[in-house]
């Protein structure tokens, strides 16, 4: 079509004169083909409003991605190229390497602007991508679900908006170096390709209170969600926010509600639909940031991915649950090694072991590397076995607190395992369970409730462990962790 125009403009700068007059019907004549084959061309560039995903993907596609993939090139997953991030900087890609991901964003509503989202597998993820660049209507070429490969050598690594821990793919550094810009529209082509497979991107299922950093980009579900009464009448953005608005989401999770806020543009095709407040269901979207990163929020890709049509969930009644099991540690002898019965007590590495402590008349179970002359000291305290299998709705509650710790390398964790033979803690295996943990920013010898954990999904006999990391010669690593009020609820 350029061509034609051109051609077209050509003849319009001919005037009519004296000397020429006897061409001028000609040229008049000439000039009106050419508009009605230029009209012909642009009316055959869109027909009947289809603006389906198209299956072709394009010679240059095919050539530039079989380029890419017959290359010395090396590929790498998302999670090791996020690696090489270095915060506030936008560093230059300069290895033969490439990323592949899925699509899991999706700009057709409105809600995203130049930019998608790539996670590193259709279901299960576990690392996802930023991808900056200057295409709108970005889901024509890279649509939900597409596999996509990004050509790294000559790309940047970095944020968007210094500091706000969303890790992307951009074209150019920003002039003071901290932040990618966009992939450019001459780069694109050379750089990001898509495949023939668009797969079903699964969304993974999780809790509010389990959604953190590390889902950022990622396509994910969350059940029992509703939109609170107070919302009633309320659109999805507000007529007064000239970018976008964020509606709290509330999710019943054990014996509370917990909050999530819903971000949406103001220039999404939905902004002034209004949100269902009398019932509840699953939610479906895109983990983001806030523009300034201090908030972790979801993002919809669509409407479609909002089902509430069931009845609005109420927290669990805490007074129709019975204490299965508790140990207050009330019973210990201060400064001694923890022996209570059905506890074990094991030093993976070095030579301490969990200590019974007693303060102002109150028992807790504590470890700490503080003196031990270890360089490494891993100590494990295990619980005696709950039988999972002689009642319903398990939750685990217990509160931990600290003191002197100077490193998050000094660290607590909290796992379960249902094949421990009570003797043999490495033999057994341990999955890591997320809880409101002490930390470093919390007061010393301040205990912290670590919230009620849902445990119901076990069967058999349970076990849960309590693994310290820290050192007897490092002093950055010689703080303390203490465990108290440890107890199992259920429903029988």
């Not at 204490?323 to 009330?330: A, K, P, T």
């Not at 249902?418 to 470093?440: C, H, M, R, S, Y």
């Amino acid at each position: 079509m350029k061509n034609i125009i051109s051609q077209t403009m050509k003849y319009e700068v001919f005037t009519e004169s004296k000397k020429n007059r006897p061409m001028s019907k000609f040229n008049r004549i000439l000039t009106l083909i050419m508009v009605t084959v230029a009209t012909l061309a642009m009316v055959s560039c869109v027909q009947d409003d289809d603006f389906t995903v198209p299956t072709s993907l394009g010679d240059e596609n095919n050539q530039g991605l079989a380029a890419l993939l017959s290359s010395s090139a090396t590929p790498m997953t998302i999670a090791e190229l996020k690696d090489q991030f270095v915060f506030r900087q936008a560093t230059e890609i300069v290895s033969d390497v490439y990323v592949k991901g899925y699509v899991s964003s999706s700009d057709a509503t409105g809600n995203f602007y130049k930019e998608f989202f790539i996670q590193d597998h259709p279901t299960n993820p576990t690392s996802a991508l930023k991808v900056v660049l200057n295409l709108t209507d970005s889901y024509n070429q890279f649509n939900f679900g597409r596999e996509v490969y990004i050509n790294l050598k000559g790309l940047y690594l970095g944020e968007t908006r210094s500091g706000d821990d969303v890790i992307g793919i951009g074209g150019k550094p920003s002039d003071d170096g901290e932040e990618i810009e966009e992939i450019t529209a001459n780069q694109i082509p050379k750089h990001v390709f898509r495949s023939e497979v668009t797969e079903t991107i699964s969304p993974k299922v999780l809790t509010f209170s389990q959604i953190n950093d590390s889902h950022v980009g990622m396509f994910v579900m969350v059940e029992n969600v509703q939109f609170p009464n107070s919302l009633q009448g309320e659109s999805y953005v507000d007529e007064s926010d000239d970018f976008d608005t964020s509606r709290m989401m509330e999710s019943c999770e054990g014996f509370s509600y917990v909050n999530f806020p819903l971000e949406t543009s103001s220039f999404a095709s939905f902004k002034n639909v209004i949100l269902t407040t009398d019932a509840g269901g699953t939610i479906a979207g895109v983990i983001s940031k806030t523009f300034n990163g201090s908030n972790i929020v979801m993002v919809l890709n669509s409407l479609d991915d909002v089902n509430l049509t069931d009845s609005k969930c109420t927290p669990l009644n805490i007074n129709d649950f019975d204490v299965i099991y508790e140990e207050d540690f009330d019973a210990a002898v201060d400064n001694t090694n923890l022996d209570l019965p059905g506890w074990t007590n094991f030093a993976e590495v070095g030579g301490e072991l969990w200590t019974e402590q007693v303060f102002s008349g109150n028992g807790y179970a504590e470890f700490s590397g503080y003196f031990t002359g270890d360089d490494v000291n891993i100590g494990w305290l295990v619980s005696p076995g709950i039988n999972m299998d002689a009642q319903d709705n398990e939750f685990l509650n217990f509160q931990t607190a600290q003191h002197h710790l100077d490193s998050p390398d000094n660290t607590l964790e909290v796992f379960v395992s249902t094949d421990f033979n009570g003797t043999d803690v490495l033999a057994a295996t341990w999955q890591p369970i997320e809880a409101n943990l002490a930390k470093q920013s919390d007061s010393w010898y301040s205990f912290q409730d670590s919230g009620l954990i849902d445990i119901s999904s076990y069967t058999g006999t349970l076990y849960v462990a309590f693994k310290v990391t820290g050192s007897g010669t490092d002093t950055q690593l010689d703080g303390a962790y203490h465990v108290e009020d440890f107890r199992v609820l259920g429903t029988n």
